[in-house]
């Protein structure tokens, strides 16, 4: 299911419209009933067209494929994603309903995955959690309690544990700075001295010294600060091959890197979940 996930990622599927990294925009020349007609025609096929599937739910916003199931439901007489459930097989159908699905109810849906069943997927809450804005995190959070009637962050605090538990939690509120065009260079200098400073406590990292800059920063804040050396300056070589690296903070710095990550539009960050 790895290409499944890939391909959901390549088409920005939360938040695309306004994601710095979006790859899919709304098409222009849009139109949900001529869209709606092609897919009607690719169901009914025999063999089913899938590339024509493709080539139209992949190069359309999430907004327009909204109104292309509206329009499809009224062609047909039957919900379009109970069609392509009938009409499809995997892995293309997980990946076309995934699709059909708004934003904030794929995350939620994404997130449970996370947090049920035995072992948490560390690198789906990471992804989700520091990849969205605000009022992104705020409509997942409603979608979430809608499907699963229970509260999404008492969730997360339900799987997951320690630092990493308050992390998580604290960005799940949605409640990160907005996003600033003004560059503070003193304040970029004092949280690489910080970050510098928690690394090197004998005792060993000093994780709420991360959290409170991962979560009280905004992220061109924090690409400003990798821009400007933060991660060759934090770390010296022995602290890199210590202890203290490979233990202290694991998951915060993951956080860190995904922010800066995201900031400088590029998906994901290579970690598999623990």
């Known amino acids: ?81 109970e069609v392509m459930n009938c009409a499809l097989k995997e892995p293309l159908k997980s990946a076309i309903l995934g699709l059909m699905k708004p934003p904030a109810k794929y995350d939620a849906q994404e997130l449970k995955k996370a947090v049920k069943g035995l072992g948490t997927n560390e690198a789906t809450l990471i992804e989700i959690l520091c990849s969205r804005t605000n009022g992104e995190i705020h409509e997942m959070s409603r979608a979430y309690q809608e499907a699963y009637k229970k509260d999404m962050i008492t969730e997360i605090k339900g799987d997951t544990s320690g630092d990493f538990c308050k992390l998580l939690c604290i960005l799940a509120k949605g409640n990160r700075p907005d996003s600033s065009n003004v560059e503070d260079q003193a304040l970029i200098d004092a949280d690489a001295k910080a970050l510098f400073e928690a690394t090197k406590l004998k005792k060993g990292m000093d994780v709420a010294k991360w959290i409170s800059i991962l979560t009280e920063r905004h992220i061109p804040h924090l690409q400003r600060g990798n821009n400007s050396g933060w991660q060759s300056d934090l770390l010296t070589p022995q602290q890199r091959s210590s202890n203290m690296y490979t233990e202290g903070a694991g998951n915060s710095r993951n956080v860190f890197k995904r922010d800066r990550f995201r900031a400088n539009g590029i998906k994901g960050f290579g970690d598999k979940a623990g």
């Not at 088409?11 to 098409?27: F, M, R």
């Open 1 to 81: 299911m790895a290409n499944i996930h890939e391909l959901l990622l390549d088409v920005c599927l939360a938040g695309e419209e306004i994601s710095s990294g979006a790859t899919v925009k709304p098409y222009p020349n849009f139109n949900a009933d001529d869209d709606a007609a092609i897919l009607v025609r690719a169901v009914e096929a025999k063999g089913v067209d899938e590339h024509a599937i493709i080539d139209i739910l992949t190069r359309r916003s999430n907004a327009q494929r909204q109104d292309i199931a509206f329009a499809f439901q009224r062609r047909a007489k039957k919900p379009m994603e």
